[in-house]
T-cell receptor, first 117, second 114 residues
Framework: AQSVTQLDSHVSVSEGTPVLLRCNYSSSYSPSLFWYVQHPNKGLQLLLKYTSAATLVKGINGFEAEFKKSETSFHLTKPSAHMSDAAEYFCVVSGSRSGGSNYKLTFGKGTLLTVNP | KAGVTQTPRYLIKTRGQQVTLSCSPISGHRSVSWYQQTPGQGLQFLFEYFSETQRNKGNFPGRFSGRQFSNSRSEMNVSTLELGDSALYLC?????????????FGQGTRLTVV
């Protein structure tokens, strides 16, 4: 079975300071990993995805994540937070025993990011 | 291009009733998957359809069912509603299937069961 654990349910940062949202995954094969963002009253938007091409993945809005197999981690970072980054962030895993997609996304519980002025 | 459209946006139903939610995917996308989002359980996978066939199903009771039409539009149905079915139901559209190709989400249908 595959699963993800988001280590912090709430992260609070000041505008202009770095953001770190932590995610650990569990999978018996090489998974596909994603970060999604959900703004209030809006649908989920894909920030970035890892599919084994490169361990450092760059996404939209200045976010990036690094896949570390030895640590089973996929932490999301951004050098400088902006007020508009305030939202809920989900770490997501997908995959199957054969290594392909099972067309099912397994979501972490989410991390609420607050950005203070 | 138009995004994923879910209707209705809000619903209030009484315990014991049934409800049907609709999802129109992005044009050209053949995969539609459904998720339930609640404060306690987070986002949970319900089922996924591709070309009118269910390819994967989550761990939900049989009261939850779905289907997909030839134009890729999908509906999900919940029968004999319970208070615990109150949730945001999200639909995701993708070309070949979520996890394989990018999944685009609709804004959801907020179901309240009273």
């Amino acid at each position: 079975a595959q699963s993800v654990t988001q280590l912090d349910s709430h992260v609070s940062v000041s505008e202009g300071t770095p953001v770190l949202l932590r995610c650990n995954y569990s999978s018996s094969y090489s998974p596909s990993l994603f970060w999604y963002v959900q703004h209030p009253n809006k649908g989920l938007q894909l920030l970035l995805k890892y599919t084994s091409a490169a361990t450092l993945v760059k996404g939209i809005n200045g976010f990036e994540a690094e896949f570390k197999k030895s640590e089973t981690s996929f932490h999301l970072t951004k050098p400088s937070a902006h007020m508009s980054d305030a939202a809920e962030y989900f770490c997501v895993v997908s995959g199957s025993r054969s290594g392909g997609s099972n067309y099912k996304l397994t979501f972490g519980k989410g991390t609420l990011l607050t950005v203070n002025p | 291009k138009a995004g994923v459209t879910q209707t209705p946006r809000y619903l209030i139903k009484t315990r014991g009733q049934q409800v049907t939610l609709s999802c129109s995917p992005i044009s050209g996308h053949r995969s539609v998957s459904w998720y339930q989002q609640t404060p306690g359980q987070g986002l949970q996978f319900l089922f996924e359809y591709f070309s009118e066939t269910q390819r994967n199903k989550g761990n939900f009771p049989g009261r939850f069912s779905g289907r997909q039409f030839s134009n890729s539009r999908s509906e999900m149905n919940v029968s004999t509603l319970e208070l615990g079915d109150s949730a945001l139901y999200l639909c995701a559209s993708s070309y070949r299937g979520a996890g394989d190709t990018e999944a685009f989400f609709g804004q959801g249908t907020r179901l309240t069961v009273v």
